[in-house]
């Protein structure tokens, strides 16, 4: 009688996505982003843009002034709820802490 193979049996196990800064090679700063969208994901393009100091050769380039895309992320259509959610979560908290902030900075002048 030949070897029957045991039908594989999927196996699940629980995985925490750790971030970590040793395999990150570098850091980018952006201060502009662009946002577009597909039926399946959205598409962040950060950007830097950086000061504009020749007035006239923007004036010539019909006001366009290019800046560098220094990345872009899509995310897919799923992902983006939970993404919300963790901004605003992380916006509110550092808008609590900047209003601690101030407050105690004011009564310590009053």
């Known amino acids: 009688m030949p070897d029957e193979k045991q039908p594989e ?7 925490t996505l750790a971030p970590s800064d040793d395999i990150i090679p570098n850091r980018v700063y952006s201060n502009y982003v662009q946002v577009t969208q597909t039926p399946h994901d959205y598409s962040l393009r950060f950007c830097d843009a950086t000061p504009i100091y020749d007035i006239e050769k923007v004036a010539e380039n019909d006001g366009i002034f290019p800046i560098p895309v220094v990345a872009e992320i899509v995310i ?3 992902v983006m709820p939970s993404l919300i959610k963790t901004l605003q979560a ?3 908290k550092r808008t609590k802490i900047s209003k601690g902030e101030q407050s105690a900075k004011k009564a310590t002048q009053d």
């Open 76 to 78: 897919p259509l799923e």
């Open 90 to 92: 992380q916006y509110e």
């Open 9 to 15: 049996v999927e196996q699940s196990i629980d995985v």
